[in-house]
T-cell receptor, first 112, second 111 residues
Framework: QKEVEQNSGPLSVPEGAIASLNCTYSDRVSQSFFWYRQYSGKSPELIMSIYSNGDKEDGRFTAQLNKASQYVSLLIRDSQPSDSATYLCAVNTGAGGFKTIFGAGTRLFVKA | NAGVTQTPKFQVLKTGQSMTLQCAQDMNHNSMYWYRQDPGMGLRLIYYSASEGTTDKGEVPNGYNVSRLNKREFSLRLESAAPSQTSVYFC??????????FGPGTRLLVL
Protein backbone atom coordinates (compact mmCIF):
# COMPACT_ATOMS: atom_id res chain seq x y z
CA GLN A 1 0.00 0.00 0.00
CA LYS A 2 1.37 3.39 -1.02
CA GLU A 3 1.90 5.71 1.91
CA VAL A 4 0.92 8.88 0.03
CA GLU A 5 -1.67 8.53 -2.70
CA GLN A 6 -2.68 10.98 -5.40
CA ASN A 7 -4.82 10.64 -8.49
CA SER A 8 -2.34 10.70 -11.37
CA GLY A 9 -4.72 12.63 -13.63
CA PRO A 10 -4.54 14.39 -15.91
CA LEU A 11 -6.98 16.80 -14.31
CA SER A 12 -8.23 19.21 -16.94
CA VAL A 13 -9.93 22.49 -15.99
CA PRO A 14 -10.83 25.59 -18.02
CA GLU A 15 -9.01 28.85 -17.43
CA GLY A 16 -10.54 30.76 -14.54
CA ALA A 17 -11.98 27.67 -12.84
CA ILE A 18 -11.04 26.17 -9.48
CA ALA A 19 -8.69 23.19 -9.63
CA SER A 20 -8.95 20.77 -6.71
CA LEU A 21 -6.07 18.39 -6.05
CA ASN A 22 -6.35 15.68 -3.43
CA CYS A 23 -3.96 13.54 -1.43
CA THR A 24 -4.42 10.84 1.20
CA TYR A 25 -1.77 9.41 3.49
CA SER A 26 -1.57 6.31 5.61
CA ASP A 27 0.62 7.25 8.61
CA ARG A 28 -1.54 8.76 11.35
CA VAL A 29 1.46 10.33 13.12
CA SER A 30 2.29 12.50 10.10
CA GLN A 31 3.11 15.99 11.23
CA SER A 32 3.77 18.26 8.29
CA PHE A 33 2.43 18.42 4.79
CA PHE A 34 3.69 20.05 1.63
CA TRP A 35 2.56 20.75 -1.91
CA TYR A 36 5.24 21.05 -4.58
CA ARG A 37 4.74 22.09 -8.19
CA GLN A 38 6.86 20.52 -10.92
CA TYR A 39 6.85 21.83 -14.48
CA SER A 40 7.76 19.37 -17.20
CA GLY A 41 11.52 18.86 -17.30
CA LYS A 42 12.09 20.96 -14.19
CA SER A 43 12.63 20.31 -10.50
CA PRO A 44 9.93 20.46 -7.80
CA GLU A 45 9.38 23.76 -6.02
CA LEU A 46 7.41 24.39 -2.85
CA ILE A 47 3.98 26.02 -3.15
CA MET A 48 2.49 25.51 0.29
CA SER A 49 3.20 23.89 3.61
CA ILE A 50 0.55 23.17 6.25
CA TYR A 51 0.96 21.81 9.75
CA SER A 52 -2.42 22.03 11.50
CA ASN A 53 -5.99 21.14 10.66
CA GLY A 54 -7.98 23.62 8.62
CA ASP A 55 -7.27 25.90 5.71
CA LYS A 56 -4.20 27.91 4.81
CA GLU A 57 -4.42 30.49 2.05
CA ASP A 58 -1.64 32.06 0.01
CA GLY A 59 -2.80 34.12 -2.94
CA ARG A 60 -4.73 31.89 -5.34
CA PHE A 61 -3.70 28.76 -3.45
CA THR A 62 -5.46 27.18 -0.46
CA ALA A 63 -4.21 24.09 1.32
CA GLN A 64 -6.67 22.12 3.41
CA LEU A 65 -5.72 19.54 6.04
CA ASN A 66 -7.93 17.03 7.83
CA LYS A 67 -5.80 14.80 10.03
CA ALA A 68 -8.77 12.73 11.23
CA SER A 69 -9.52 11.73 7.64
CA GLN A 70 -5.80 11.65 6.70
CA TYR A 71 -6.51 13.95 3.80
CA VAL A 72 -4.82 17.02 2.43
CA SER A 73 -5.90 19.04 -0.58
CA LEU A 74 -4.80 21.98 -2.68
CA LEU A 75 -7.26 24.38 -4.29
CA ILE A 76 -6.12 26.68 -7.07
CA ARG A 77 -8.55 29.53 -7.72
CA ASP A 78 -8.75 31.39 -11.02
CA SER A 79 -6.61 28.71 -12.69
CA GLN A 80 -4.23 29.95 -15.37
CA PRO A 81 -2.52 28.06 -18.20
CA SER A 82 0.74 28.73 -16.36
CA ASP A 83 -0.58 26.52 -13.54
CA SER A 84 -0.35 23.50 -15.86
CA ALA A 85 2.16 21.24 -14.12
CA THR A 86 2.43 18.16 -11.93
CA TYR A 87 1.59 18.75 -8.28
CA LEU A 88 3.35 16.58 -5.73
CA CYS A 89 1.93 15.99 -2.27
CA ALA A 90 4.58 15.33 0.39
CA VAL A 91 4.01 14.12 3.93
CA ASN A 92 6.55 14.20 6.72
CA THR A 93 6.04 11.29 9.09
CA GLY A 94 8.52 12.31 11.76
CA ALA A 95 11.34 14.58 12.67
CA GLY A 96 13.79 15.05 9.86
CA GLY A 97 13.39 15.64 6.15
CA PHE A 98 14.38 12.05 5.44
CA LYS A 99 10.98 11.10 6.78
CA THR A 100 9.28 12.92 3.90
CA ILE A 101 7.25 10.68 1.60
CA PHE A 102 6.27 12.03 -1.81
CA GLY A 103 3.18 11.08 -3.76
CA ALA A 104 3.53 10.26 -7.45
CA GLY A 105 1.85 13.53 -8.39
CA THR A 106 -1.26 14.77 -10.19
CA ARG A 107 -0.91 16.30 -13.64
CA LEU A 108 -2.99 19.45 -14.04
CA PHE A 109 -3.86 20.92 -17.41
CA VAL A 110 -5.51 24.34 -17.57
CA LYS A 111 -7.18 25.00 -20.91
CA ALA A 112 -7.08 28.56 -22.26
CA ASN B 1 22.45 32.72 -4.03
CA ALA B 2 22.56 29.82 -6.48
CA GLY B 3 20.52 27.54 -4.19
CA VAL B 4 21.18 23.89 -5.08
CA THR B 5 23.37 23.14 -8.07
CA GLN B 6 23.98 19.80 -9.76
CA THR B 7 26.39 18.55 -12.39
CA PRO B 8 26.18 17.18 -14.97
CA LYS B 9 22.75 18.01 -16.46
CA PHE B 10 22.78 15.03 -18.83
CA GLN B 11 24.84 11.86 -19.02
CA VAL B 12 24.84 8.73 -21.14
CA LEU B 13 26.67 5.71 -19.76
CA LYS B 14 27.26 2.21 -20.94
CA THR B 15 26.41 -0.69 -18.64
CA GLY B 16 29.23 -1.21 -16.17
CA GLN B 17 30.66 2.31 -16.35
CA SER B 18 30.96 4.43 -13.25
CA MET B 19 30.23 8.08 -12.61
CA THR B 20 29.76 10.61 -9.83
CA LEU B 21 26.94 13.13 -9.66
CA GLN B 22 27.90 16.31 -7.89
CA CYS B 23 25.65 18.50 -5.74
CA ALA B 24 26.28 21.69 -3.79
CA GLN B 25 24.08 24.07 -1.81
CA ASP B 26 24.80 27.56 -0.54
CA MET B 27 21.89 27.90 1.92
CA ASN B 28 23.82 26.60 4.94
CA HIS B 29 21.42 23.66 5.31
CA ASN B 30 22.43 20.72 7.45
CA SER B 31 20.40 18.06 5.61
CA MET B 32 20.91 16.95 2.03
CA TYR B 33 19.25 14.25 -0.07
CA TRP B 34 19.53 12.30 -3.28
CA TYR B 35 16.32 11.21 -5.03
CA ARG B 36 15.52 9.45 -8.23
CA GLN B 37 12.34 10.14 -10.16
CA ASP B 38 10.84 7.60 -12.53
CA PRO B 39 7.52 7.90 -14.41
CA GLY B 40 4.59 6.96 -12.18
CA MET B 41 6.87 6.33 -9.19
CA GLY B 42 7.29 9.77 -7.75
CA LEU B 43 10.43 10.77 -5.91
CA ARG B 44 12.24 7.96 -4.14
CA LEU B 45 14.95 8.64 -1.59
CA ILE B 46 18.29 6.99 -2.38
CA TYR B 47 20.52 8.34 0.40
CA TYR B 48 20.45 11.26 2.77
CA SER B 49 22.81 13.14 5.05
CA ALA B 50 21.23 14.65 8.15
CA SER B 51 24.39 16.60 8.94
CA GLU B 52 27.99 16.96 7.86
CA GLY B 53 29.82 13.70 8.46
CA THR B 54 26.78 11.44 8.45
CA THR B 55 25.05 9.52 5.67
CA ASP B 56 22.21 6.98 5.73
CA LYS B 57 20.35 4.77 3.30
CA GLY B 58 16.95 5.73 2.00
CA GLU B 59 14.34 3.65 0.23
CA VAL B 60 16.41 2.56 -2.81
CA PRO B 61 20.17 2.59 -1.96
CA ASN B 62 21.33 -0.50 -3.86
CA GLY B 63 23.90 0.27 -6.55
CA TYR B 64 24.75 3.71 -5.15
CA ASN B 65 27.21 5.26 -2.73
CA VAL B 66 27.40 8.78 -1.35
CA SER B 67 29.92 11.15 0.19
CA ARG B 68 29.15 14.22 2.27
CA LEU B 69 32.34 16.08 1.44
CA ASN B 70 31.56 19.08 3.65
CA LYS B 71 28.46 21.01 4.67
CA ARG B 72 27.93 22.31 1.14
CA GLU B 73 28.61 19.24 -1.00
CA PHE B 74 26.96 15.83 -1.29
CA SER B 75 27.93 13.50 -4.13
CA LEU B 76 26.29 10.34 -5.47
CA ARG B 77 28.37 7.61 -7.10
CA LEU B 78 27.30 4.80 -9.39
CA GLU B 79 30.08 2.21 -9.30
CA SER B 80 28.79 -0.04 -12.07
CA ALA B 81 25.85 1.47 -13.92
CA ALA B 82 22.90 -0.71 -14.94
CA PRO B 83 20.00 0.09 -17.31
CA SER B 84 17.67 0.04 -14.26
CA GLN B 85 19.47 3.16 -13.06
CA THR B 86 18.23 5.17 -16.03
CA SER B 87 16.34 7.96 -14.31
CA VAL B 88 16.28 11.61 -13.38
CA TYR B 89 18.31 12.30 -10.24
CA PHE B 90 17.57 15.22 -7.95
CA CYS B 91 19.66 16.52 -5.13
CA UNK B 92 17.90 18.50 -2.41
CA UNK B 93 18.62 20.22 0.85
CA UNK B 94 16.18 21.14 3.60
CA UNK B 95 15.74 23.87 6.14
CA UNK B 96 14.60 23.51 9.73
CA UNK B 97 10.95 23.57 8.65
CA UNK B 98 11.78 20.57 6.47
CA UNK B 99 10.98 22.37 3.24
CA UNK B 100 13.10 20.79 0.56
CA UNK B 101 14.93 22.80 -2.09
CA PHE B 102 15.78 20.88 -5.22
CA GLY B 103 18.57 21.16 -7.74
CA PRO B 104 17.82 21.20 -11.49
CA GLY B 105 18.32 17.46 -11.86
CA THR B 106 20.57 15.10 -13.81
CA ARG B 107 19.09 13.05 -16.62
CA LEU B 108 20.95 9.75 -16.81
CA LEU B 109 20.61 7.16 -19.55
CA VAL B 110 22.35 3.81 -19.13
CA LEU B 111 22.61 1.76 -22.30
Amino acid sequence: QKEVEQNSGPLSVPEGAIASLNCTYSDRVSQSFFWYRQYSGKSPELIMSIYSNGDKEDGRFTAQLNKASQYVSLLIRDSQPSDSATYLCAVNTGAGGFKTIFGAGTRLFVKA
Amino acid sequence: NAGVTQTPKFQVLKTGQSMTLQCAQDMNHNSMYWYRQDPGMGLRLIYYSASEGTTDKGEVPNGYNVSRLNKREFSLRLESAAPSQTSVYFCASSDQQETQYFGPGTRLLVL
